[in-house]
């Protein structure tokens, strides 16, 4: 059980903050502490004590919210010279994210970021093109609730690096169908195959 989760976050509109409030409500109600936290007042030190981490952010004017960004400017590189040295142990994290128009774009360097943290992707992205309806908060809460219960050492990392070339300025970028390829003996394929489908449930996902 991860037993301290913590959400990092910025919200403008307050949108957002919607989103990652019922993610932590969602993980309290799995029995986990729930520190939360606007990206201006977290540190580093936050995540070196947490056992699993939300995200939340919008997208402006293509990027993550500024305060967001200079919380990696502080933080990023010593978190990730500890990483390298083996000082930092995995954790599990998602994101929340509401735009007006794309929710998905600025999420490719805070996943990037998060990895060279060695924080891990348990599950895709929540998100809320405009105010977020009933099912997007139940999503989140969801997501939330189901984070506490993530084996980091047996979890599938969802990550996957964003092409260099990026997307256009009017693409709207979305997670692509996942093919996942594995080389495990078959019940454990099979079980891999599982604990991808429960983490992706929106995707076509089958043992290649």
Known sequence: MNGKVLVIYVSQSGSTEKMVRAAAEGAKSAGAEVTIKEAG???GADVEQCDA????????????HG???EWFDREHMRLSKKTKAGEMKPRPYFCCS???????????????????MNLKKAFEPVVSKGKPTDDV???????????????????VDLYVPAPLSGTTDK???KPQAARIVVTLPGTEASRALEIVKSRLPEFDVRLA
């Open 41 to 43: 007042e977290a540190t």
């Open 53 to 64: 981490l939300i995200w939340g952010s919008g997208n402006y004017y293509g990027y993550m």
């Open 67 to 69: 305060r967001l960004k």
């Open 98 to 116: 509401s735009a007006s128009a794309n929710p998905y774009r600025h999420l490719p360097p805070i996943e990037r970021l998060s990895a060279g």
């Open 137 to 155: 908060i139940a999503q989140c809460y969801a997501r939330g609730r189901d984070l506490v219960g993530v084996d980091v050492a047996s979890m």
């Open 171 to 173: 693409a709207e970028a």
